[in-house]
């Protein structure tokens, strides 16, 4: 039976739309490259007692070759069991949603037989369809689950899409959030004027994916103009890799952005921060090797904490890009104040248990 966006519990819709920080689940994996089923629960027991909001499951950073080794639905369910088993609060379950048609309405099926609240949707895999394909693609999927729109930047497999595709996209009834991570300020534009238009903004929630600018995201009222009238929205929360790492302080982050951006005034220390976080994702997203190492980064700062054995993929060849390793050590020798290393080895033997 389909699941509706009003049909979610009251408040799981309240945690999605206050904002919240939802890590980018990773994969674990052993030296053989087969699923650690321990440490993968270690690192989802890991963002749950941080203070996420939410596990986004199946993404990107949880590798989209899964489905092609069979892992899609037994690494869903082990988050949701772990969620289920050690969330002691309102937990927003999003599980990610790949492929063409048959494959992501098959997706978001399995999805919601676990017990997902929510699909988020990757496009990548329908490049080439005009803008009427992709929309009705979407309402397919939008009939099983509620969804959650992805704009994946381009430079990792992502589509542009322009803000006529977000308006039309914004007026699927079932569709409940966006995150957006073009890594690009006119295409996050688009998304947030898309929504405006649609008249939506009320019902979707407004999420960042923009790892190099997730501070500035965070704070900053968007004035998009409508029948000679400005609207005036925010970004809530966000879904990122980034947040896939140092997930204590990403909840205390996503607490002072908020209570900031509530004053008249943004802080110079508020935004002194932005640059700071962008500098520590320039190093874990690999960005001087355009991004090959995205992924392997995100598990370098794990395998340092204890949380993973090693930062092995699916694919053998996903790596560190050059330098990247060094780059990492200079973020942690220049901002310690933003990793959450102590929290992760008092709590580690109670997490691999």
Request: net charge neutral; glycine share 8%; aromatic share 8%.
């Amino acid at each position: 039976m389909a699941l509706r966006w009003n049909d979610l519990p009251k408040e799981i819709l309240a945690v999605l739309r206050k904002g919240a920080v939802i890590p980018a689940h990773p994969l674990a994996l052993d030296a053989a490259r087969n699923f650690d089923e321990r440490r993968q629960r270690a690192l989802s027991r890991y963002y749950i007692d941080a203070g996420s909001g939410g596990l986004a499951v199946g993404v990107h950073t949880t590798q989209f070759a899964i489905r092609e080794v069979g892992l899609y639905e037994p690494v869903l369910s082990l988050a949701m069991k772990t969620a289920r088993e050690s969330a002691s609060k309102p937990l927003v379950m999003i599980a990610g949603l790949a492929g063409k048609t048959a494959q992501a309405v098959k997706e978001a099926q399995t999805a919601r037989g676990i017990g997902y609240h929510a699909g988020l949707l990757s496009l990548a895999a329908m490049k080439g369809s005009s803008e009427d394909e992709l929309i009705e693609h979407a309402k397919k999927v939008a009939a099983e689950i509620p969804l959650v729109g992805f704009y994946l930047q381009p430079a990792v497999g992502g589509l542009v899409l322009p803000a006529s595709f977000w308006k039309r996209f914004a007026q699927i009834e079932n569709v409940v959030a966006i995150k957006m991570a073009p890594f690009n300020r006119y295409r996050t534009l688009d998304v947030i004027r898309g929504v405006v238009e649609a008249g939506a903004e009320d019902r979707i929630t407004l999420y960042t994916g923009n790892d190099d600018h997730i501070v500035l995201d965070l704070v900053t009222p968007f004035v998009v103009m409508r029948g000679g009238k400005p609207v005036t929205v925010r970004i809530r929360g966000g879904l990122l890799g980034h947040w896939s790492c140092w997930v204590q302080r990403a909840v205390e982050l996503l607490g002072r952005a908020q209570c900031e951006a509530a004053q008249p005034a943004v802080s110079a220390e508020m935004l002194a921060l932005d640059s700071q976080v962008t500098d520590c994702n320039a190093a874990i997203f690999d960005v001087a090797n355009d991004f090959h190492g995205v992924i392997c980064g995100c598990h370098e700062i794990l395998r340092r904490q204890g949380l993973l054995e090693g930062i092995w993929c699916l694919d053998p060849k996903e790596s560190l890009g050059p330098g990247q390793k060094e780059e990492i050590d200079r973020i942690y020798a220049a901002y310690p104040h933003l990793n959450d290393d102590a929290f992760v080895r008092e709590n580690l033997p109670r997490w691999l248990a």
